[in-house]
Nanobody, 124 residues
């Protein structure tokens, strides 16, 4: 049974940092493009970042570019999201997602597997 399990969320002050992790099991992780998405209350789920299967290609939403870094460790079947210079607008539930294929995409409908999410709250 495949699972994507996020961890690392929490409460942080504006300007602070958090590192999210997503451990994947039950899938061939190295064959998956991985993405991070987030959803704030009353808003639609939005793309945050994505990384190619080998990790040599990444993509970011404009709102997080220069502050967030996505990375992966294929030996540990884990994808990470380092979040720096956090802002109150970054408050959301953060989800990792996996898709089989080669295209690093920002479309949530193209990701077939999702984690349960981890809450990130940034106080002002």
């Amino acid at each position: 049974q495949e699972q994507l399990v996020e961890s690392g969320g929490g409460l942080v002050q504006a300007g602070g940092s958090l590192r999210l992790s997503c451990a994947v099991s039950g899938r061939t992780f190295s064959s998956d493009v991985m993405g991070w998405f987030r959803q704030a209350p009353g808003k639609e789920r939005e793309f945050v970042a994505a990384i190619s299967r080998s990790g040599d290609s990444t993509a970011y939403a404009d709102s997080v570019k220069g502050r967030f870094t996505i990375s992966r460790d294929n030996a540990k079947d884990t994808v990470y999201l380092q979040m720096n210079s956090l802002k109150p607008d970054d408050t959301a539930v953060y989800y990792c997602a996996a898709r089989r294929g080669t295209v690093t995409t920002n479309r949530p409908d193209l990701y077939g597997s999702w984690g349960q999410g981890t809450q990130v709250t940034v106080s002002s």
